[in-house]
């Protein structure tokens, strides 16, 4: 018996985000399309070297993406909404970049002016986003852009045989907005077009294909099954073998099923459900190839490979076996040898680099026997040892304090209309009252002035002058402009979950542990290593310095637990509920002393909170009981008067609607700008008692809105709920979006409210 090992798929923006570096070069007008695509032929050659020369034997090609790999789908089948259409018809790179970013008209090179871009949300329950397809009543696809095949071919000339990679069919419809049509009628003609693919891959000379179907781990009704054994009885006949990749959960009852399915492979994530190992054995034909995802590819903890040989000896006696990480690393940093100061937490890691070589330890001592990686075996024993004796993870104090949290702690006073009287008083906010989520610009100078500080070459006393001016020139701004609830711009944070983890224990930090959002979108998760707890204030001195420059109200900004939970690396050796709780005392330590220095209205960030739910339905109320629980207890313990606000982002909200009518808010943001105020049917219908701002202002593209176009979308609004309830605010934080966007975008949306006002 033989195992080899594959990746499932390869972190795509470079080890030093090469690729945001190339995309927003290009966007500026500072480098060509051809310039952007060499960069981004570059980052594959050494992908696919490095995975080589670190022992992988089955690599992915198509794992790359310029933005997103469910666009690139989207593209490939020809499903391109109709108002990104060029007059030509031809769907150039400029039309890929109209979807995924809107356009503002002019020279947007797809000859449409001003367009919105497609809707965007979470993959699954991760922190990554994708564009949602999109499907009209009548609409034709039409094979296009096939990246895929090219790949292969650029691939293979430089001597790689790699297994291409496909977004599977039944996933894709799946994740579809149907627009009078269920996207699901369309069945047969994604089939279709999927056919031609594999036959194009099986003539380039592709052996083997993989195909990902995520959506083998969820709940699935019959159409989704129906569907699933149809495209597989005709794909499997259309050239390549299938490795049907599954991934983010366990089969449950799906496993025969899918064991069954007419494909050469199955990849099926253990790290997930290790407890699916045992039914896959019974269930799976000795003729299906099994690839088994022991490696954690979306978290960063090393892993315990004594243990893991002691599951897969038994197996790899009796059958060939490919193994993998558990799915794409994607989800993970590029290398931990790039990183020279995290001390004694660095061994207890594996990025992506270190991810693959474990499977390779593995593979060798499957074939070659325990002895001939003994060494290695014994190196990652000892760095598991010494994780769980550190002093550094177990705090006593913390754990004594999480243990005498009361469900007393996370109510407030009184009811939410009787706050909402008391905020009001204090308040005296306008009708309609505008506001935004947070951030503003993190301009060049913002950020040069902060690598400045974090090389030493800005001393601590001009680094908090310049703050300062910041913060002072963009409250000044939000006066001008006529917002009623300001806020101090952020110019001191880096990220909204790593300034916090920076300033909390138990949390250590990458300098190069980038991963991908979105786009050139790319963020450093916090490494939550051990137990946590709140040392001093982290925000108060910059909100009072904020507030004592304008007699507005300024709100304090703090990001939730939850979402400091979900947006970091999180620690595995307890559960994710314990954590969450200890980060809640946190927070609530700085929600009482924002309150105790006079501020009135305070934000608590959940952007996370839906994404981390689990993927079936049946696990949802337990981590909804914590995680609330958890928002609770860092928000209630303020006076009546003091005003709650909470942001929460692409997510689906109408399936936990009643979880976040526990949470408890006074006021809740949410994005609906992209949606066209569609989530509010839902809050409607759930006779939502709090405040909502929905987003009338899409900050995740360039475009910029008018005042016309979000008063009709506060006119949606008004359909949906009571004008009284109603706040007007963009749909996120303006950190990524440049200063001449957001100003006229800020003042098309006070006119607005304004407008609406004059109309009441």
């Not at 400045?452 to 680094?463: K, P």
Request: overall charge negative; some cysteine; hydrophobic content about 45%.
């Amino acid at each position: 018996m033989t195992v080899t090992v594959a990746t499932l798929g390869f972190p795509r923006i470079g080890p030093r985000r090469e690729l945001k570096h190339a995309l927003e070069a290009h966007w500026a007008g500072k480098a060509s399309e051809v310039e952007l695509l060499d960069a981004a032929s570059g980052l594959r050659t050494a992908a696919w070297a490095r995975q080589k020369a670190l022992g992988a034997d089955w690599l992915p090609a198509n794992d790359f993406s310029l933005y997103d790999h469910v666009l690139d789908t989207s593209m490939m089948l020809g499903a391109i909404p109709e108002r990104y259409r060029s007059a030509d018809g031809e769907a150039a790179l400029a039309t890929y970049f109209a979807m995924a970013r809107g356009t503002t008209g002019g020279h947007d090179g797809c000859g449409h002016g001003s367009v919105t871009a497609c809707e965007m949300t979470k993959w699954f329950d991760t922190n990554y986003h994708y564009l949602v397809p999109e499907l009209a009543a009548g609409q034709k696809l039409a094979l296009n852009r096939l990246k895929v095949v090219d790949e292969y071919r650029e691939a293979k000339a430089q001597g790689y045989a790699t297994r291409p990679v496909l977004l599977g069919p039944v996933t894709w419809l799946s994740l579809a907005k149907g627009r009078g049509v269920d996207p699901f009628e369309m069945l047969d003609e994604v089939l279709g077009l999927y056919a031609a693919i594999l036959g194009q891959l099986a003539h380039a000379g592709a052996e083997w294909v993989q195909i990902d179907e995520p959506v083998l781990v969820l709940d699935l009704d019959e159409k989704q099954r129906r569907a699933l054994t149809r495209a597989y009885a005709k794909l499997s006949r259309s050239g390549p073998k299938l490795m049907l990749a599954t991934y983010f959960g366990g089969l449950g009852d799906n496993l025969s099923f899918a064991a069954a399915l007419p494909v050469a492979g199955l990849h099926v994530d253990l790290e997930r459900a290790p407890e699916q190992l045992e039914p896959l054995l019974k269930a799976a034909p000795k003729s299906l190839l099994l690839s088994l995802g022991v490696v954690d590819g979306r978290n960063v903890w090393r892993s315990d490979l004594e243990a893991l040989l002691d599951r897969l000896e038994p197996v790899a006696a009796t059958r060939d076996l490919v193994l993998a990480p558990s799915c794409s690393l994607l989800h993970v940093p590029v290398d931990l040898a790039l990183e020279t100061k995290l001390g004694e937490v660095a061994e207890w890691l594996a990025f992506a680099v270190q991810k693959i070589e474990e499977l390779a330890v593995l593979k060798r001592a499957l074939n070659e026997g325990r002895g001939s990686v003994a060494d290695q075996l014994a190196r990652s024993a000892s760095a598991n040892a010494s994780r769980k004796a550190s002093p550094l993870v177990h705090n006593p104090a913390v754990a004594a304090r999480a243990a005498a949290v009361t469900e007393a702690m996370g109510e407030r006073q009184a009811d939410i209309s009787e706050r909402a009287a008391a905020q009001a008083a204090v308040l005296d906010l306008p009708a309609f009252p505008t506001t935004t989520i947070g951030s503003f610009p993190q301009t060049a100078e913002v950020r040069n002035a902060r690598a400045r500080r974090n090389r030493g070459e800005l001393d601590a006393v001009s680094y908090e002058a310049f703050l300062r001016e910041e913060t002072e020139r963009t409250i000044r701004w939000q006066e001008e402009v006529g917002l009623d609830m300001l806020v101090h711009g952020e110019f001191e944070r880096n990220d909204m979950v790593q300034y916090f983890g920076e300033q909390l224990s138990g949390f250590a930090f990458t300098v190069n542990g980038w991963v991908q959002s979105y786009g050139s979108r790319c963020v450093r998760p916090p490494i939550l290593y051990g137990d946590v707890s709140r040392p001093q204030p982290m925000t108060v001195e910059w909100w009072r310095y904020a507030q004592s420059l304008t007699d507005k109200p300024v709100k304090g900004m703090l990001t939730g637990p939850v979402t400091i939970l979900n947006w970091s690396f999180v620690r595995d050796d307890q559960p994710r509920a314990d954590s969450c709780k200890q980060i809640a005392l946190a927070i609530r330590d700085e929600v009482a002393d924002l309150e105790a220095a006079g501020c009135k209205a305070i934000q608590i960030d959940e952007a996370a909170l839906r994404e981390g739910l689990p993927l079936r339905r049946g696990d949802w109320a337990a981590y909804l009981d914590w995680a609330v629980a958890a928002f609770r207890l860092s928000a209630a313990g303020v006076g009546d008067a003091t005003q709650i606000h909470t942001h929460m982002c692409y997510s689906e909200f109408n399936d936990i609607l009643p979880a976040i009518g526990a949470m408890d808010a006074d006021v809740i943001s949410i994005e609906t700008a992209r949606s066209q105020m569609e989530l509010l049917e839902g809050f409607a219908a759930y006779r939502y008692p709090g405040a909502i701002g929905p987003g009338v202002y899409d900050i995740h593209a360039p475009r910029v809105p008018g005042e016309d176009e979000m008063v009709a979308l506060m006119q949606l609004a008004q359909q949906h709920l009571r004008p009284e309830q109603l706040w007007v605010n963009p749909d996120c934080g303006l950190k990524t979006r440049k200063w001449d966007e957001v100003k006229p975008a800020i003042e098309a949306m006070v006119a607005a409210a304004r407008t609406l006002r004059a109309s009441a």
